[in-house]
Structures are given as structure tokens and as C-alpha cells.
């Protein structure tokens, strides 16, 4: 679907189609394309979890491919290799080779550790040829600027690319998924690893995110071409919202599997914010974002984002109330981030471009903490399933 926008939107039809443009940034298809990356990475990470304790060398290949896949994620939605000439003034070709010289050598280490390894060998294969995929879409930019494409190739040439990255990230996704086999365990609790590193690194990942929320933004501010290009700021909030839902689906595998219990409403309002903080703008100036807007509630002016996060804060909040007194401090700390999304935007709406970027990463980091910190710990029993009394969490 998302390629044939693209070529539809290339073609210059169908212009409705434009969040699904995956040649464009700042968009629903740039968030999805970064998202399933950070998903690769936790498959992958799941992948030490599971071997860390039985070969440590095989655990550390997975690991370097976890952040590997970490790092590609952060530049799909933060446009850092369209912004490496400007720090390096190397020229754009030269100025990327370096980083892929460490993608090469990373690959080739972690590959071999996992050939090496008899119960690892059979994913090196997937592993090849997928990020071999994603190497030659650098070669296929290439291509395209080094010739003129007729009118009517140029739109399938993207086509190709895009659709080349978005097929080896599947590839990745299938190769590494039988790393998280407490996903398709019928176990009511399971111990095989299943997104491991999030509840593991929980209050690492809160504490990082949150030294880095104002340098982040401020250098996301700085940049030129806003509308244009991605921002790292946004990377980490959508990243620790769709870490929150990691957070949410990791709990329900490892304490309740009743049927019915999916926490189908939560992960909705937690991935639907986790698209906001990329497709909508963070301050809605339309001076600097053509075409974004503010609100005006009860006369206070308040960005569209904010007020956006907000109400899917209370969504996820309201999901977590249905399910029971076991839940109600998680429904009731979201409900206090929301609180602190309304405010935040408040007063970000007055204030420069870095604040907007601030405040959208500081609403994502009290999210993702409250879950880390209010998730029941014990087995979940005798609750209402989803759907039915209640409407899901």
C-alpha cells in the first residue's frame, strides 16, 4: 500500500495520499518505516537475551545488530544521513562513507559469531540478504542522481527503492522473529524472551531519554528545512512511546494470557502517539510548517500535537481504568501525563520551535516512566476481559 502511494503520489495523483509518500519525511510513512526498524532491533536484542547466558560471543553479535538497527531507526525518522554533510563538508557521498564502513565491519563480525554458532547459523542467510537490501537502496540514490530519469521511470524508480528498504526490513523482522518466542507461547506465563531489553533497560532508557530531551531539541531547532527533513527530537519521542507499547504487550505476555485480554485499545493510543509526535508538527506555526495550525481552547492557545498526545493519553488511561483496580495507578498516572501534555503545549504554543521539541519528548519520557514504574507485577487473575465489561487495555 505504501508503495504504490508513493508512485500514485510521484505520478502526481491521488495527492490525499501524501502521509503514505515514503519518499517524503515528517510523515506516517516515515514513522512506520522507523518503526519497524526499532522493531528489528528488539527482536535482535531478544536474540542476547536468550543467549547470554550459554554463548556470550553469539549474545554480543545480536546485540551489535540490535544497535545497528537502533541507529538506522533513529536516522529513518531524524534524517541524520541527510544531515552528515553539513557537519562533516565532506561532500554528501564522501561524508556518509565512514558510517558505512562501520555498518560493513559490524555486519561482518556478527554475521561470522553467529556462523560460528550451530543453533545461530541457519538466520545468517535472512540476515545477508536483508541488509544487503538496505545497502543497495544507498547505491539506488545514488543512481538517481547521477542520471536524468524520464517522467515516467523516475516514479517507478522510487517505487523500487522504497519498496527494497520496507521488503529488507521484513526480511530482518522474519529472520530475527524467532528470537522473541514468548510472543506464540500458549503458556499463561512464559520465561522465553519476548522485547526483554525494554523492562530489562526501562529506567537506563527513561534516564537517557530525558538527558538528552533539551540537547536533543535545541539541536532539532537549530537545523534548516523543518518541514523537510526529519529531527532527532521526534525520533525519541515516538521511540519511547512505541517503547510504552512494548512495555504493555511485554507485561500481558509475561502475566496474563486469558483469553479475550489483548491489550488491543492500550498499544492503539500508545502507536497512534507514537505516529503524532512524526506526521504532526510540534508547535503548529504555520510560518515554519506550512499548512500545521494551533487551537484555541477555552482562550488558550494550544499546539496541535500536544493536544493530540493528550488525548491519547486519556484513551490508554481510560483503557487501563476498564481493567481493574489492579491497573488504576497506570490510569491514573497517564491521566497526570496528559495533564502535562495540555500544559506543555500551553505554553510551548509562545515560545521558540525548541520548546515544542521539548515539550513532546517530556510528555513521551513521564509516559513511558509511568508504565515502567505502575505496571502490576504480579499475575493478573479473575479480571473482566476485554470487550466485554470492559473495553480493553
Not at 21 to 27: A, F, P, Q, R
Not at 182 to 188: K, P
Request: hydrophobic share 55%.
Amino acid at each position: 500500500m505504501l508503495v504504490v502511494a508513493t508512485v500514485l503520489m510521484r505520478f502526481g495523483y491521488a495527492r490525499f495520499l501524501a502521509p503514505l509518500n515514503l519518499t517524503n519525511e515528517n510523515v506516517a510513512a516515515a514513522w512506520f518505516s522507523g518503526m519497524l526498524l526499532l522493531l528489528g532491533s528488539l527482536h535482535a536484542a531478544d536474540g542476547y537475551f536468550r543467549l547470554r547466558q550459554t554463548n556470550l560471543k553469539a549474545a554480543l553479535a545480536w546485540c551489535v545488530i540490535a544497535g545497528m538497527l537502533l541507529v538506522l531507526s533513529a536516522d529513518e525518522v531524524g534524517s541524520l544521513h541527510e544531515r552528515i554533510d553539513d557537519v562533516l563538508q565532506m561532500g554528501p557521498w564522501l561524508s556518509f562513507l565512514p558510517f558505512l564502513v562501520v555498518l560493513l565491519g559490524c555486519c561482518a563480525w556478527s554475521f561470522i559469531q553467529l556462523w560460528m554458532t550451530p543453533s545461530e547459523a541457519p538466520r545468517v542467510p535472512g540476515l545477508i540478504l536483508g541488509f544487503a537490501l538496505l545497502v543497495s537502496v544507498g547505491g539506488q540514490e545514488y543512481l538517481e542522481k547521477a542520471f536524468r530519469w524520464p517522467w515516467y521511470l523516475s516514479p517507478l524508480r522510487s517505487g523500487f527503492e522504497e519498496g527494497s528498504e520496507l521488503a529488507a526490513m521484513m526480511i530482518l523482522i522474519c529472520t530475527m522473529l524467532p528470537n522473541s518466542a514468548g510472543l506464540f507461547s500458549h503458556a499463561r506465563r512464559t520465561l522465553a524472551p519476548a522485547f526483554s531489553s525494554v523492562p530489562a533497560l526501562r529506567w537506563s532508557i527513561a534516564a537517557s531519554a530525558a538527558i538528552l530531551a533539551w540537547p536533543a531539541s535545541t539541536l532539532s531547532a537549530s537545523l534548516d528545512l523543518q518541514h523537510v527533513t526529519g529531527h532527532l527530537a521526534d525520533w525519541i519521542s515516538s521511540a519511547l512511546f512505541f517503547l510504552s507499547a512494548a512495555l504493555v504487550l511485554r507485561h500481558w505476555i509475561s502475566s496474563s494470557r486469558d483469553a479475550g485480554t489483548f491489550p488491543a485499545t492500550a498499544l492503539f493510543w500508545l502507536c497512534f502517539a507514537s505516529l503524532l509526535c512524526v506526521q504532526i508538527d510540534p508547535i503548529g506555526d504555520s510560518n515554519v510548517f506550512p499548512f500545521s495550525r494551533s487551537f484555541d481552547v477555552s482562550g488558550v492557545e494550544i499546539g496541535a500535537r500536544p493536544l493530540l498526545l493528550a488525548l491519547c493519553c486519556l484513551g490508554a488511561a481510560e483503557s487501563f481504568r476498564a481493567r481493574g483496580s489492579l491497573f488504576r495507578i497506570s490510569a491514573i498516572m497517564l491521566g497526570f501525563v496528559a495533564a502535562l501534555s495540555a500544559i506543555l503545549g500551553a505554553y510551548a504554543a509562545e515560545e521558540p520551535l525548541r520548546w515544542g521539541y521539548f515539550a513532546t519528548t517530556a510528555v513521551a519520557v513521564a509516559t513511558f516512566a509511568a508504565l515502567a514504574g505502575a505496571l502490576p507485577e504480579r499475575r493478573v487473575t479473575s479480571q473482566p476481559p476485554f470487550g466485554a465489561a470492559a473495553t480493553g487495555y
